[in-house]
């Protein structure tokens, strides 16, 4: 809608009346003196510019010019007479040019007059078109109100219209189909009919052939059954024979469950015997370590390549199977006697039937380390880890720890304890440690230091320390570790390649009902025999070069040296001899902890010397008593063996 626009109101042109300017009253006004000097300082337009002047402008401007003074000379001044003539003369044309100026300005006013009755009949003129304009925009915004409203009625009939039409043609869709539906219904009505009717004429038919061949049955049974009643009558007789032998049978059968039940009892009575004698045996088995001392030494042999490798004979003499002997083919016979003697027929499981023993103390906060020791070739880090991808019975020492951790802490959650498993594994080569689970460029780059806290508990720096979500992680860990170690030993120098491992597992608990927790750690060390004469138990100085080939000498030096003050009780035991030492320093300096060392060797011929040397090694760590109770053994183990004779008396 266009917006109406008022118009301003003006005066009447009857009532318009001329008003005389300022500038008139001011000139009309002032003295003639004084006019005069106003109108010699009015400034004349500049030249070539326009401008517009009121009717008489340019006559009365024509006049003034006609009356400029004439220039007259200057008098001197003591000429007062002609001074005083020329005043006179100036005041006359000053005069002429006074009336002059009142005409003109009386023609201007008239002039001015006459203009202000036009502009008046002008703005009347306007103000009457403007009534009009209103008007004819009133009309307009009119009629289009009116165009919208019936531009309105037209949108709603032809929306009517559409809703009409889909309407009716929804309800004839809909009248359509259901007249097909009931077309289609009927139709199938009539085929089901049908199919029903053939069906009754086909089945009439069958039945009428069954009824005639059951008419041929029943004249053929009727002769079947009186050969059944003959038979019948000679089954009742069986029956009743059976009959007999079932109930003799059920006696049986109940005196039998009764036996049954009665051995069932008997079987779990021996079992808790079993369990109790177990108890016993493991206390006997407690005692005799603690009368020992905390380390055991086994002896582990290698079975032989094929049949035409040269082979020195190897006998275990006792069925305890704590003797080996040497046999060469050149030379005395050489016997040793450890705590255990596994032959080339012992499976993994049986080694670690003796290392289980050894996880409770880790799990109640204890700690124990398990030494893999011998040449090259005989079979250390495949009792530890196991071959690479083997099945569950030929797993080594480590992956079996693990599973049976995480057993224990299932078994345990009834408890309220909850366990966590951190794993880390070190390579020590040169004196110089090695990551073996940190990526492979810091492998060989970083360094790790060995830092002591209380109790000569011993944290390697830098080193990659990876918690255990469960137990089929460490199959992944072993392979990083050999890729880590053949890459290690790859940019190594030949004489430097072989050095000592150490798999470290920390094992913490949580009672949750208690609150008391408990840090248990495992040490699994793969130790690398020394190719020359050692004698590290004996306190006797050594042959120290100084050069890198001696460091696993070294090593396996300051590792004798240990246990021997260890063994003699010294009062001071320097572990930071060697990398290796320094790093356990923590188990051996705790009175309990668990110490299992395996020596490992090969029946080869070819390696008869290293495999001489490894045992004699071995016999002297076993020559050594750690932590020894001082108790007789006669007396513990007899009083434990009148219990258990007590026991079996009582069974």
């Known amino acids: 809608m266009r917006a109406t626009r008022t118009p301003t109101p003006t005066p009447a042109a009857g009532r318009s009346r001329v008003v005389p300017s300022a500038k008139t009253k001011a000139v009309s006004s002032q003295p003639a003196s004084t006019r005069v000097t106003t109108r010699s300082r009015s400034v004349t337009p500049a030249s070539g510019t326009s401008q517009a002047q009121p009717r008489g402008a340019g006559k009365a401007a024509g006049a003034s010019e006609d009356m400029d003074l004439p220039a007259k000379k200057k008098r001197a001044a003591w000429d007062t007479k002609g001074r005083l003539q020329d005043m006179e003369e100036l005041t006359g044309a000053l005069y002429q040019m006074l009336n002059k100026s009142t005409g003109n300005i009386t023609e201007m006013t008239q002039s001015l007059v006459s203009n202000s009755n036009k502009i008046s009949e002008l703005e009347s003129f306007r103000q009457g078109l403007e009534s009009k304009v209103v008007g004819k925009e ?113 006696s049986e059968i109940e005196r039998l469950e009764r036996e049954l039940c009665d051995s069932q009892t008997l079987a779990r009575q021996l079992q808790q015997k079993v369990k109790e004698e177990e108890a016993i045996r493991r206390k006997l088995y407690h005692a005799i370590m603690d009368l020992k001392g905390h380390i055991r030494v086994f002896c582990r042999v290698r079975p032989h390549g094929p049949p035409d ?81 083997s099945a569950e019975e030929s797993m080594g020492l480590i992956p079996r720890s693990i599973l049976q951790f995480y057993e224990a802490a299932r078994a345990s959650e009834s408890n309220e304890w909850r366990y966590s498993l951190e794993v880390q594994y070190i390579g020590i080569y040169n004196e110089i440690i090695y990551d073996l689970q940190g990526p492979e460029e810091s492998s060989t780059c970083l360094a790790h230091e060995i830092h002591s806290g209380p109790g000569g508990k011993a944290t390697v720096s830098g080193v990659t320390k990876v918690e255990l979500t469960s137990a089929v992680m460490i199959g992944s860990l072993l392979r990083v570790a050999q890729r880590r170690r053949a890459a290690i030993e ?42 020359s004469q050692l004698d590290t138990v004996k306190n006797e100085p050594g042959t120290r070069d100084g050069g890198k080939k001696q460091a696993v000498d070294q090593s396996l030096k300051c590792l004798g040296d240990v246990f021997l003050a260890l063994s003699n009780k010294d009062s001071q ?60 053994p006669s007396s513990s183990i007899s009083s434990s063996t009148a219990t258990i004779g007590r026991r079996v008396k009582a069974t």
């Open 573 to 632: 035991v320097y572990y930071r001899g060697s990398k290796l030492t320094h790093l356990l320093q923590g188990a051996f300096m705790d009175g309990s902890a668990k110490m299992l060392f395996i020596v490992h060797i090969s029946s080869l011929s070819a390696h008869l010397e290293h495999t001489l040397r490894s045992l004699r090694f071995a016999a002297k760590v076993n020559s050594c008593v750690l932590g020894g109770s001082g108790v007789s």
């Open 490 to 531: 790859a940019s190594l120098k030949d004489s430097h390649r072989h050095g000592h491992s150490v798999f470290t597992i920390r094992v913490t608990g949580v009672n949750s009902g208690t609150g008391k927790t408990t840090e248990g750690v495992l040490h699994f060390v793969d130790l690398v025999s020394s190719d």
């Open 138 to 250: 009133i009309e307009n915004n009119d009629i289009l109100q009116k165009m919208s409203t019936v531009e309105q009625e037209i949108f709603m009939l032809n929306r009517k219209h559409l809703d009409d039409t889909k309407t009716l043609k929804s309800k004839h869709t809909r009248e359509v189909e259901v007249q097909l539906s009931t077309q289609a219904s009927l139709q199938r009505e009539h085929d089901a009919v049908e199919t029903r009717l053939l069906h009754a004429t086909n089945h009439l038919e069958q039945e009428t052939r069954e009824s005639a061949n059951l008419r041929t049955t029943i004249s053929n049974q009727s002769s079947t059954c009186i050969a059944f009643e003959t038979d019948n009558r000679g089954l009742r007789l069986n029956i009743e024979n059976i009959e007999g032998t079932i109930t003799a049978r059920e």
């Open 309 to 389: 490798d040269s082979v020195t004979s190897i006998t275990y003499p006792d069925l305890e199977g704590q003797d080996v002997v040497l046999a060469p083919a050149k030379g005395p016979q050489c016997p040793f006697t450890f705590d255990k003697v596994f032959a080339p027929t012992s499976s993994q499981e049986d080694i670690f039937d003796d290392v289980s023993q050894m996880l409770p103390s880790v799990l109640s906060g204890g700690i124990a380390c398990v030494f893999a020791y011998g040449s090259t070739e005989t079979g250390k880090t495949y009792t530890l880890e196991g071959p690479a991808g």
